[in-house]
T-cell receptor, first 113, second 113 residues
Framework: GAGVSQSPSNKVTEKGKDVELRCDPI?????LYWYRQSLGQGLEFLIY????????KSGLPSDRFSAERTGGSVSTLTIQRTQQEDSAVYLC???????????FGSGTRLTVV | GNSVTQMEGPVTLSEEAFLTINCTYT??????LFWYVQYPGEGLQLLLK?????DKGSNKGFEATYRKETTSFHLEKGSVQVSDSAVYFC????????????FGQGTRLTINP
Protein backbone atom coordinates (compact mmCIF):
# COMPACT_ATOMS: atom_id res chain seq x y z
CA GLY A 1 0.00 0.00 0.00
CA ALA A 2 0.88 3.65 -0.06
CA GLY A 3 1.74 3.80 3.62
CA VAL A 4 2.02 1.71 6.76
CA SER A 5 -1.44 0.81 7.99
CA GLN A 6 -2.20 -0.12 11.60
CA SER A 7 -5.39 -1.40 13.12
CA PRO A 8 -7.25 -0.77 15.25
CA SER A 9 -6.43 2.89 15.76
CA ASN A 10 -7.78 2.72 19.29
CA LYS A 11 -8.33 -0.24 21.59
CA VAL A 12 -9.74 -0.26 25.10
CA THR A 13 -9.47 -3.57 26.88
CA GLU A 14 -9.99 -4.93 30.35
CA LYS A 15 -7.02 -5.93 32.45
CA GLY A 16 -6.22 -9.59 31.94
CA LYS A 17 -7.59 -9.84 28.41
CA ASP A 18 -5.45 -10.60 25.35
CA VAL A 19 -5.15 -8.11 22.49
CA GLU A 20 -3.87 -8.30 18.93
CA LEU A 21 -2.52 -5.31 17.06
CA ARG A 22 -2.05 -5.43 13.32
CA CYS A 23 0.46 -3.79 11.02
CA ASP A 24 0.37 -3.79 7.24
CA PRO A 25 3.71 -2.46 5.96
CA ILE A 26 4.53 -0.79 2.69
CA UNK A 27 4.54 -3.31 -0.13
CA UNK A 28 8.07 -4.48 -0.86
CA UNK A 29 9.53 -3.33 2.45
CA UNK A 30 11.41 -6.26 3.93
CA UNK A 31 12.07 -4.75 7.37
CA LEU A 32 9.32 -4.24 9.93
CA TYR A 33 9.65 -2.75 13.41
CA TRP A 34 7.40 -2.41 16.44
CA TYR A 35 7.92 0.40 18.95
CA ARG A 36 5.99 1.48 22.02
CA GLN A 37 5.41 5.11 22.98
CA SER A 38 4.32 5.57 26.56
CA LEU A 39 2.97 8.86 27.87
CA GLY A 40 5.79 11.33 28.37
CA GLN A 41 8.43 8.88 27.21
CA GLY A 42 10.35 8.24 24.06
CA LEU A 43 9.96 5.38 21.67
CA GLU A 44 10.88 2.01 23.07
CA PHE A 45 12.01 -0.65 20.60
CA LEU A 46 10.09 -3.92 20.88
CA ILE A 47 10.85 -6.23 17.96
CA TYR A 48 12.29 -6.23 14.45
CA UNK A 49 11.69 -8.48 11.44
CA UNK A 50 13.94 -8.60 8.39
CA UNK A 51 12.90 -10.88 5.54
CA UNK A 52 13.13 -14.54 6.50
CA UNK A 53 15.73 -13.99 9.23
CA UNK A 54 15.00 -14.73 12.86
CA UNK A 55 13.38 -11.68 14.45
CA UNK A 56 15.24 -9.49 16.93
CA LYS A 57 13.05 -9.78 20.02
CA SER A 58 15.47 -8.06 22.38
CA GLY A 59 13.07 -5.23 23.22
CA LEU A 60 10.03 -7.25 24.25
CA PRO A 61 9.36 -6.30 27.89
CA SER A 62 8.00 -9.67 29.04
CA ASP A 63 6.91 -13.07 27.80
CA ARG A 64 3.37 -11.75 27.60
CA PHE A 65 4.42 -9.97 24.42
CA SER A 66 4.90 -11.79 21.13
CA ALA A 67 4.81 -10.92 17.46
CA GLU A 68 4.72 -12.71 14.18
CA ARG A 69 5.01 -11.74 10.58
CA THR A 70 3.22 -13.92 8.08
CA GLY A 71 4.43 -14.27 4.51
CA GLY A 72 6.96 -11.49 5.01
CA SER A 73 4.21 -8.90 5.04
CA VAL A 74 1.52 -8.33 7.67
CA SER A 75 2.59 -8.45 11.31
CA THR A 76 0.58 -9.03 14.45
CA LEU A 77 1.71 -7.97 17.91
CA THR A 78 -0.03 -9.94 20.65
CA ILE A 79 -0.16 -8.94 24.30
CA GLN A 80 -1.48 -11.62 26.62
CA ARG A 81 -3.06 -10.95 30.02
CA THR A 82 -2.82 -7.20 29.57
CA GLN A 83 -1.80 -5.01 32.47
CA GLN A 84 -2.40 -1.30 33.02
CA GLU A 85 1.26 -0.54 32.39
CA ASP A 86 0.80 -1.88 28.86
CA SER A 87 -1.27 1.22 28.05
CA ALA A 88 0.63 3.09 25.34
CA VAL A 89 0.68 3.88 21.66
CA TYR A 90 2.10 0.97 19.68
CA LEU A 91 3.84 2.08 16.51
CA CYS A 92 4.81 0.00 13.53
CA UNK A 93 7.33 1.04 10.91
CA UNK A 94 8.77 -0.51 7.79
CA UNK A 95 11.80 0.10 5.61
CA UNK A 96 13.47 -1.34 2.58
CA UNK A 97 16.33 -3.81 3.06
CA UNK A 98 19.19 -2.01 4.80
CA UNK A 99 17.19 1.18 4.58
CA UNK A 100 17.83 3.87 7.14
CA UNK A 101 14.57 5.69 6.66
CA UNK A 102 11.54 4.28 8.38
CA UNK A 103 7.93 4.91 7.38
CA PHE A 104 5.73 4.85 10.45
CA GLY A 105 2.09 4.01 10.79
CA SER A 106 -0.26 6.19 12.82
CA GLY A 107 -0.18 3.77 15.70
CA THR A 108 -2.64 1.89 17.88
CA ARG A 109 -3.54 3.58 21.14
CA LEU A 110 -4.05 0.82 23.70
CA THR A 111 -5.81 1.57 26.97
CA VAL A 112 -6.03 -1.13 29.61
CA VAL A 113 -8.71 -0.46 32.21
CA GLY B 1 25.48 0.82 24.27
CA ASN B 2 23.66 3.22 22.00
CA SER B 3 21.58 6.04 23.45
CA VAL B 4 20.21 9.46 22.63
CA THR B 5 19.61 12.31 25.06
CA GLN B 6 17.63 15.31 24.00
CA MET B 7 16.53 18.53 25.57
CA GLU B 8 13.62 18.12 27.91
CA GLY B 9 10.43 19.85 27.03
CA PRO B 10 8.00 21.23 26.74
CA VAL B 11 9.39 24.17 24.79
CA THR B 12 7.14 27.14 24.15
CA LEU B 13 8.15 29.93 21.78
CA SER B 14 6.55 32.83 19.98
CA GLU B 15 6.19 32.84 16.22
CA GLU B 16 9.36 33.92 14.37
CA ALA B 17 11.60 33.04 17.34
CA PHE B 18 14.84 31.11 16.90
CA LEU B 19 14.67 27.45 17.84
CA THR B 20 17.32 25.09 19.15
CA ILE B 21 16.57 21.59 20.43
CA ASN B 22 19.70 19.93 21.77
CA CYS B 23 20.53 16.31 21.07
CA THR B 24 23.59 14.33 22.10
CA TYR B 25 24.31 10.68 21.53
CA THR B 26 26.42 7.74 22.64
CA UNK B 27 27.13 5.05 20.08
CA UNK B 28 29.32 2.04 19.47
CA UNK B 29 30.42 2.39 15.89
CA UNK B 30 29.62 5.14 13.43
CA UNK B 31 25.97 6.11 13.63
CA UNK B 32 23.65 7.82 11.22
CA LEU B 33 21.61 10.56 12.89
CA PHE B 34 18.01 11.58 12.37
CA TRP B 35 15.32 13.97 13.46
CA TYR B 36 11.76 12.69 13.28
CA VAL B 37 8.67 14.84 13.86
CA GLN B 38 5.21 13.89 15.08
CA TYR B 39 2.53 16.47 14.28
CA PRO B 40 -0.68 16.36 16.34
CA GLY B 41 -2.79 13.37 15.35
CA GLU B 42 -0.25 12.09 12.83
CA GLY B 43 2.42 9.40 12.70
CA LEU B 44 6.13 10.02 12.97
CA GLN B 45 7.82 11.23 9.83
CA LEU B 46 11.42 11.83 8.94
CA LEU B 47 12.39 15.49 9.13
CA LEU B 48 16.08 15.29 8.22
CA LYS B 49 19.13 13.06 8.50
CA UNK B 50 22.93 13.05 8.31
CA UNK B 51 25.07 10.00 7.74
CA UNK B 52 28.62 11.20 8.37
CA UNK B 53 30.55 13.75 10.38
CA UNK B 54 30.09 17.40 9.39
CA ASP B 55 27.10 16.57 7.19
CA LYS B 56 24.22 19.01 7.52
CA GLY B 57 20.69 17.72 7.15
CA SER B 58 18.02 20.25 6.23
CA ASN B 59 14.31 20.32 5.49
CA LYS B 60 11.42 22.79 5.88
CA GLY B 61 13.81 25.44 7.22
CA PHE B 62 15.17 23.10 9.91
CA GLU B 63 18.87 22.21 10.02
CA ALA B 64 21.10 19.92 12.06
CA THR B 65 24.83 19.30 11.73
CA TYR B 66 26.50 16.00 12.64
CA ARG B 67 29.23 16.93 15.13
CA LYS B 68 31.40 13.92 15.88
CA GLU B 69 33.72 15.80 18.21
CA THR B 70 30.86 16.80 20.51
CA THR B 71 28.64 13.78 19.70
CA SER B 72 25.77 16.16 18.98
CA PHE B 73 23.06 16.74 16.39
CA HIS B 74 21.21 19.85 17.53
CA LEU B 75 18.09 20.89 15.63
CA GLU B 76 17.76 24.57 14.65
CA LYS B 77 15.35 26.81 12.83
CA GLY B 78 15.77 30.51 12.36
CA SER B 79 12.12 31.55 12.46
CA VAL B 80 9.48 29.15 13.73
CA GLN B 81 5.83 29.11 12.71
CA VAL B 82 2.70 27.96 14.52
CA SER B 83 2.59 24.99 12.14
CA ASP B 84 5.92 23.76 13.57
CA SER B 85 4.16 22.82 16.81
CA ALA B 86 4.85 19.10 17.21
CA VAL B 87 6.93 16.56 19.10
CA TYR B 88 10.49 16.21 17.81
CA PHE B 89 12.55 13.05 18.24
CA CYS B 90 16.29 12.73 17.77
CA UNK B 91 17.45 9.24 16.80
CA UNK B 92 20.46 7.24 15.71
CA UNK B 93 21.07 4.00 13.93
CA UNK B 94 24.17 1.87 13.83
CA UNK B 95 24.21 -1.01 11.40
CA UNK B 96 24.57 -4.36 13.17
CA UNK B 97 22.84 -6.54 10.62
CA UNK B 98 19.91 -4.17 10.86
CA UNK B 99 19.28 -0.47 10.92
CA UNK B 100 17.57 -0.37 14.29
CA UNK B 101 16.69 3.17 15.35
CA UNK B 102 17.31 4.31 18.92
CA PHE B 103 15.21 7.34 19.87
CA GLY B 104 15.50 10.10 22.39
CA GLN B 105 12.59 10.83 24.68
CA GLY B 106 11.11 13.53 22.43
CA THR B 107 10.67 17.26 22.88
CA ARG B 108 7.24 18.83 22.65
CA LEU B 109 7.35 22.20 20.89
CA THR B 110 4.50 24.71 21.03
CA ILE B 111 4.60 27.88 18.96
CA ASN B 112 2.25 30.69 19.97
CA PRO B 113 1.05 33.28 17.43
Amino acid sequence: GAGVSQSPSNKVTEKGKDVELRCDPISGHTALYWYRQSLGQGLEFLIYFQGNSAPDKSGLPSDRFSAERTGGSVSTLTIQRTQQEDSAVYLCASSSFGGQVYTFGSGTRLTVV
Amino acid sequence: GNSVTQMEGPVTLSEEAFLTINCTYTATGYPSLFWYVQYPGEGLQLLLKATKADDKGSNKGFEATYRKETTSFHLEKGSVQVSDSAVYFCALSVYHGAQKLVFGQGTRLTINP
